[in-house]
């Protein structure tokens, strides 16, 4: 059932690209070019989705607030859904964890929607931050990767990622999931809206098409990221850094290496080094860099080349993930982990994947048991 695969880990890190183009099925509508619609997007494709369609274009109109509630890696996926979110549906978009949102006595009401992001559907923290959210008359949608969960069946509307089931208890191809369908809910709601500009949706949509193959160029860095864990395997730290949606994809490669590797590792915006976690640099300190694309982000990408050369000129070994062709960072990169060209918002979908890799071969040199890390259960259904 681990398909040839060592674990349900490795399995799982594999299956994403399907697990992407499953979650976007149906989902992108009205192309002319083929019967998914994403291949042409000039020719009138655009991002339907029926649970939504379905809680009437008034109601969507009508949201002026969006919170996203979550746990652990749903609520890294839903703090970059909220860029794009944000981009797309010009709505203020914020991110709480279910546990803290509900004792914080949040403004809420019947314009605010609240969209919880769960895999399993089942996690106690974010069902009881529905419920609240619900007794106070905001709309809950659910983003949920498990048919008929309590979460989405006490939610308005239920939008189900299609990423299989997911045994490994680290998160992985639901992660990337939870992110393609908070993206489709921020297209719809754009285009509802009128806030979508033609050109931004078409420019997702083909993000989107593109985004299998990519996502499964990705998956062939497995065999580079092992050789780099197996030098490291006595690591005792490690460094994640990023911007913009590269920010909370640093702080999910540092929770996959802590569930599974038992490593200290922590993310950082990279914009705040300066501001204090730059003094944890010392030499030989392993730092991942998550480059964004010279092409779709220019500014962001001179910013963290600068960031780099700061720790770099500290004693950091760098290991840069950047976009194929970015030549601008190897005179201050140990390692260079090549990524295909994406969009800007999308770069988080190919990006992760070697930090996936990464946590996993490392979890695999120490000896430890990839599937079923210590003191953690799949679901927590308990407060
Ligand atoms: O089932 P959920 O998505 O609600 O679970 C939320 C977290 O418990 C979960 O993402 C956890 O952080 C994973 N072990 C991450 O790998």
């Not at 890294?76 to 803290?100: C, F, K, M, N, T």
């Not at 998160?171 to 939870?178: C, I």
């Not at 509802?192 to 860095?221: C, K, Y």
Request: one cysteine or more.
């Amino acid at each position: 059932e681990k398909g040839g695969w060592p674990s349900f880990m490795a399995k799982e890190i594999t299956e994403q690209p399907e697990a992407i183009a499953n979650t976007v099925r149906g989902r992108i509508v009205g192309g002319t070019a083929d019967g998914d619609g994403a291949a042409d997007a000039a020719g009138g494709a655009r991002v339907e989705i029926p649970e939504l369609t379905e809680l009437g274009d008034d109601t969507l109109r009508n949201i002026d607030r969006i919170v996203i509630i979550a746990c652990g890696t749903a609520s890294y996926a839903g703090q970059i859904g909220a860029y794009a979110i944000e981009q797309w549906a010009r709505v203020p978009v914020e991110v709480q964890l279910s546990h803290e949102f509900r004792y914080r006595d949040p403004v809420l009401d019947e314009r605010t929607a609240v969209i919880s992001v769960s895999q399993s559907g089942e996690t106690m923290d974010t069902l009881m931050a529905v419920k609240y959210a619900k007794d106070r008359g905001a709309l809950s949608v659910s983003v949920c990767n498990t048919q008929s969960a309590t979460i989405p069946r006490e939610s308005d509307a239920a939008v189900y990622t299609h990423a299989g089931p997911e045994v490994a208890v680290a998160s992985t191809k639901a992660f990337t999931a939870q992110i393609a369908a908070l993206y489709l809910i921020g297209l719809h709601l754009g285009r509802v809206r009128g806030t979508l500009s033609d050109a931004d949706a078409a420019a997702a949509i083909r993000a989107f098409d593109a985004l299998p193959s990519a996502m499964a160029e990705a998956v062939e860095t497995h065999e580079q990221i092992a050789q780099l864990a197996h030098w490291m395997a006595d690591t005792r730290s490690v460094l994640f850094l990023g911007r913009h949606v590269g920010y909370p994809a640093a702080l999910e490669g540092a929770l996959k290496l802590k569930e599974i590797a038992y490593i200290h590792a922590e993310g950082f915006a990279a914009g705040e080094l300066k501001h204090g976690p730059i003094a944890l640099i010392d030499h030989g300190q392993p730092v991942f860099v998550l480059v964004p694309s010279p092409r779709k982000a220019p500014v962001m990408h001179s910013k963290v080349v600068s960031n780099i050369q700061e720790i770099r000129a500290r004693g950091a070994r760098v290991i840069a993930i950047v976009e194929k062709g970015d030549t601008a960072v190897l005179p201050y990169a140990d390692d260079v982990i090549r990524l295909p060209l994406t969009d800007a918002l999308f770069e988080p979908l190919v990006q992760v994947v070697p930090l996936q890799w990464f946590a996993l071969e490392l979890s695999t040199a120490k000896g430890l048991d990839v599937d079923q890390p210590r003191n953690l259960a799949k679901s927590v259904t308990v407060e």
